[in-house]
């Protein structure tokens, strides 16, 4: 049970780190409560920038996406796809989806073709107004200034956030509380999220003074790039029949780029039990359950905005809650990719701001105790979704059963990922 504690981490160890998220002073930089555990405490400084290291919208409606299911089937794209690329898109609705098939088989475009199939599937083509076309274009244009040579933050992990939002939109609970306008927004931002990922952290950007650091003052780096750099590139291009926001009045065009920033910029890690203590509080807020609304979340603007942030930060870190099979592909490329960061940052001298990434198994079992399970736990019950939670308890054992007497037996390798 990821309840139980590991025998990799003391329990004192889980009870200083819950003590810190429960407390304020977790979102002050300037903490200096949080050296008692360094191991834990330098592993949740890794991912939220390395703080210990450095000296609706609401809009027309347009059909649902039960109602533009066959949608995609009529698409003359369609009429051309691979059968087994057709194949593997058939099955885009399964949460034990196999996104590294669908990287084989296009040739490392997985974003294209899973972009374009969900993108229909929910309506784009009515709602903002372009045809086939301008959205094969802008997906294409998208999916190549993602970085292939990342082991981890390319289009493949941006199609499975994408796959992973898609799934929660079809549930219940969403379509009570969003609008199609919505769940566009959310997948749009879903693609674009990690665009231009350099493959390394916010912490290493600000302590070599990198361009972009410098850009945004040492706050958001990646999230304020990735952001801009999506409206940069989506409606500055050069090439004709890219911008897919080129038909929408410019009021609603606002008011659908505030909300595509304002989701990217939720997966910084800095934010993250921020967003998770909110949620708790909305979701417990009410007079009990209704058959209507299972949860009693009053929807408001502000919550429908808490809720997309928090449907993409849980997509963003779903890896653990994925089958085995595919949380151990994901946790194999994250740590390859960590590993070229710190072997950087011993070259160049700098804080090493991920050493616990060094031990798969454990990192996993750090991850998921410090950051994935209460985040996921709770967006899921709010989806009523308990077989992802079931999911996330079944890979959270099969991580933390490896120890010194049972050793991890793969190795990763840029080959194998």
Not at 87 to 109: A, G, H, M, P, V
Not at 298 to 321: G, Q, W
Request: proline share 5%.
């Amino acid at each position: 049970n990821i309840q139980d504690s590991s025998p990799q981490l003391p329990a004192h160890v889980i009870e200083n780190v819950v003590a810190m998220l429960r407390s304020s002073e977790l979102y002050n930089p300037g903490s200096t409560s949080l050296t008692e555990d360094p191991e834990a405490i330098g592993f949740m400084d890794g991912l939220m920038e390395g703080r210990g290291t450095r000296p609706s919208i609401t809009g027309e409606t347009v059909m649902s996406h039960r109602e533009s299911t066959m949608a995609f089937n009529n698409t003359m794209m369609m009429q051309t796809l691979p059968t087994m690329i057709k194949d593997n898109l058939s099955r885009r609705k399964d949460w034990d989806y196999d996104i590294f098939e669908l990287e084989k088989l296009s040739n490392r475009r997985p974003l294209f073709y899973l972009g374009f199939d969900i993108l229909v599937e929910f309506g784009i083509l009515n709602l903002l107004k372009i045809d086939e076309s301008t959205l094969r274009n802008w997906l294409s244009t998208i999916e190549s200034h993602y970085k292939s040579s990342n082991t981890y933050h390319n289009s493949t992990h941006a199609a499975d956030v994408l796959q992973a939002s898609a799934y929660f939109c079809r549930s219940h609970c969403m379509e009570r509380c969003l609008d199609p306008t919505d769940f566009i927004a959310l997948l749009i931002a879903s693609i674009c999220h990690d665009i231009d990922h350099p493959g390394r952290t916010n912490a290493f950007l600000c302590n070599v003074g990198h361009e972009l650091a410098v850009l945004y003052n040492d706050s958001a780096v990646l999230e304020s790039h990735h952001s801009a750099h999506t409206f940069k590139i989506t409606c500055q291009s050069d090439q004709k029949n890219v911008n897919i926001f080129q038909n929408l009045e410019p009021e609603n065009f606002k008011v659908m780029r505030k909300s595509i920033i304002s989701m990217i910029l939720a997966t910084d890690m800095t934010q993250h039990f921020e967003y998770y203590n909110k949620f708790l509080a909305v979701i417990q807020k009410g007079d009990g359950d209704t058959d209507e609304n299972p949860i009693n979340v009053p929807v408001t603007p502000e919550n429908k905005t808490l809720i997309l942030r928090m449907a993409i930060k849980c997509a963003d870190i779903s890896n653990p809650s994925r089958t085995i099979k595919l949380a151990r592909t994901w946790a194999h490329r994250i740590v390859l990719e960590y590993r070229e960061q710190i072997a950087e940052e011993k070259s160049r001298e700098l804080p090493l701001s991920l050493p616990a990434f060094d031990d798969i198994p454990k990192s996993q079992v750090l991850f998921i105790h410090l950051f994935a399970k209460d985040l996921l736990t709770a967006y899921y019950d709010f989806l009523e979704f308990d077989h992802l939670t079931d999911q996330l308890t079944e890979t959270f054992e099969y991580w933390d059963s490896f120890d010194e007497d049972n050793p991890y037996p793969h190795i990763p390798t840029r080959s194998a990922s």
